[in-house]
């Protein structure tokens, strides 16, 4: 799914006008009807429900929406907040029709028009939509203190007022902190970043029937996987296959005292649909291999508590395996970055690199260039910091993020909420699963194995990035229903992930 920018957001209306054609007041009313629809299956019995409507289309839709819920006998008290002389057409038009159903209608000038939002109390925020130009001030910032200091469940319409859709906003910007955001067609390049978090709460897309073939035709480096998506990507198992079909992964991870992290990443590789999987760790952990991944085979390394790449038992040279996953719990001994800085420029396939292994390649950065093309690399915020520079807000962020890919032809999985997996050629796909009982150690490494499995299996890396992606998310998903975030584990993950 796309993530338009505002001017498209805009351009997008006007061509469903001109297509359908619908007029706008039509399409207003749609909008309208489609957060009602959304609202009353979410709140069917609120004693009490307070409206904010500001003067532009945000606040027509929210005056269109007080009329639509008057008409359902709702139990909804309407504020217009009167910043400005003017209203837009659209929503002059929705006041007059509101007029006509109600004349309760409070008009907010001044701080002593604010009403007491009482416990309990549902309101909607229609004061400002996409079409924000600057911060919010005077009667508008105070109403926004008011309901954000008010002990009761927001939904916003479209966008949080005060939120810019696609730019950073101050820090000082005064800004609907909402539960729900019920938001029309598309996702917004505002929900995904982390530090709206609080500007956003939790968020739904309502279908509006916008012109589908301008969605189609817009260029946009940003996109939001859904899970028909995710779906299609994932390859079907051939009937005459066998093990040498999926490929041959390499995993390269573990130290003395981290052999967890190389226990997750082997089990989540083979649980990945991999044909063959050898672990390569230090001869500390040859025993724990063998005995809790079974299925893999073992090389130990020539050091007993870290990775050198050397190994007693005869193997095929690295370059020949159909993947390679480096990084979970190596450490950064000396050795190690010897073991990477040879290895590098004998390899051609793209690999999967991750923790300790990309903060060796932040501290010697020269290696940066020798990562085989369109390799896969997982960084936590803090690993992407290391690689490249501190950032001011999230929008600069995925400017350093398109930057890097281009730079180093690689493929970035930036991770958190909402990951961003960032293509060699500067596109950003925003996961859509997982939760925050992922915030847990070892879940990271499970990811490692995932994407290094789906690379041997032959996946395009980009392919492999977005599904990996998904589908660890979503494993972490069907574990939080189960189970609740706070008690998972790493190893749930693995268990839970399900690939069909
Ligand atoms: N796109 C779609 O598909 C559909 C969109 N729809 C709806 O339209 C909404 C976008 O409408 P919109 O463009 O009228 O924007 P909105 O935010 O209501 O008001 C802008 C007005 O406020 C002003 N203003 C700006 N900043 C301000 C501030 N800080 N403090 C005070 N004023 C400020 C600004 O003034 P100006 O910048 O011109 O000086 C302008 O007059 C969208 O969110 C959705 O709800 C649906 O109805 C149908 C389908
Ligand atoms: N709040 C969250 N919502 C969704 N996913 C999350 C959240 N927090 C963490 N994750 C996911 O959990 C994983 C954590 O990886 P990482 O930080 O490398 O952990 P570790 O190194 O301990 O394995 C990433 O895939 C990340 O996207
Ligand atoms: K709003």
Redesign the pocket.
């Known amino acids: 799914m796309k993530i338009l920018n505002v001017d498209q957001i805009r351009a997008l209306d006007e061509a469903t006008i001109r297509h359908e054609p619908i007029a706008p007041i039509n399409l207003m009313e749609r909008a309208a009807l489609a957060f009602v629809d959304w609202f009353v299956d979410r709140f069917p019995d609120t004693t009490s429900t307070k409206i904010f409507c500001g003067l532009g289309n945000n606040g027509g839709d929210g005056m269109a929406i007080a009329r639509l819920l008057l008409e359902r006998n709702y139990p909804i008290e309407v504020n217009v907040v009167r910043y400005a002389p003017r209203e837009s057409d659209d929503c002059m038009h929705n006041h007059r029709r509101l007029k006509l159903v109600t004349e309760n209608i409070r008009y907010i000038e001044f701080s002593r028009d604010i009403p007491a939002i009482r416990h309990n109390e549902v309101i909607i925020d229609a004061i400002l939509g996409t079409g924000l130009s600057r911060p919010t001030e005077g009667i508008v910032k105070e109403v926004i203190g008011a309901i954000n200091r008010a002990p009761a469940t927001v939904v916003a319409v479209d966008i949080a007022s005060g939120l810019y859709t696609d730019q950073a906003n101050a820090p000082t910007d005064v800004i609907i902190e909402p539960d729900y955001t019920v938001t029309f067609q598309l996702p917004k390049l505002a929900f995904v970043l982390p530090k709206n978090g609080r500007y956003v709460g939790e968020w739904h897309t309502v279908d509006i029937r916008l012109y589908k073939r301008y969605i189609d035709l817009a260029p946009t480096p940003y996109y939001y996987t859904q899970p028909q998506e995710a779906r299609l990507l994932l390859r079907k198992r051939e009937r005459y296959s066998n093990k040498g079909t999926f490929g041959h992964a390499l995993l390269l991870v573990g130290s003395h005292g981290k052999m967890g ?1 190389a226990v997750l990443s082997a089990r989540a590789c083979l649980r990945s649909g991999v044909g063959l999987l050898t672990v390569q760790v230090p001869r500390c952990g040859y025993g724990i291999i063998q005995t809790s991944v079974p299925e893999a085979m073992c090389l130990p390394d020539g050091h007993q508590n870290v990775l050198t790449g050397s190994s007693e038992i005869e193997g095929p040279p690295p370059s020949e395996y159909s993947s390679i996953g480096i990084g ?1 719990g190596i450490g950064k001994a000396p050795e190690t970055l010897a073991m990477l800085k040879t290895l590098l420029p004998t390899l051609k396939k793209p690999i999967v690199v ?2 300790d292994a990309l903060n060796l390649l932040s501290e010697n950065r020269e290696l940066l260039s020798k990562l085989p093309k369109n390799s896969i690399l ?1 960084p ?1 915020p803090k690993e992407f910091e290391r690689l490249t520079k501190k950032w001011d807000d999230d929008y600069q962020k995925l400017e350093l993020l398109r930057e890097f890919v281009k730079t180093y032809n690689v493929v970035v999985v930036l ?5 961003a997996i960032a293509t060699p050629e500067g596109d950003i796909h925003f ?1 859509s699963t ?3 009982g ?10 490692t194995g995932i994407l290094t499995a789906l690379l041997a299996q032959g996946y395009d890396p980009v392919e492999a990035a977005v599904l990996g ?1 998904f589908a ?2 979503l494993a ?1 998903d069907r574990v939080a229903e189960e189970r609740g975030p706070i008690g998972m584990i ?1 190893s749930d993950v693995i268990d839970a992930l399900r690939w069909t």
């Open positions: 992290a979970p991750d923790a997982t936590h991770k958190g909420a909402y990951s996961n997982g939760n925050p992922l915030s847990t150690g070892g879940t990271g490494d499970v990811l992606v660890h998310g972490g790493a």
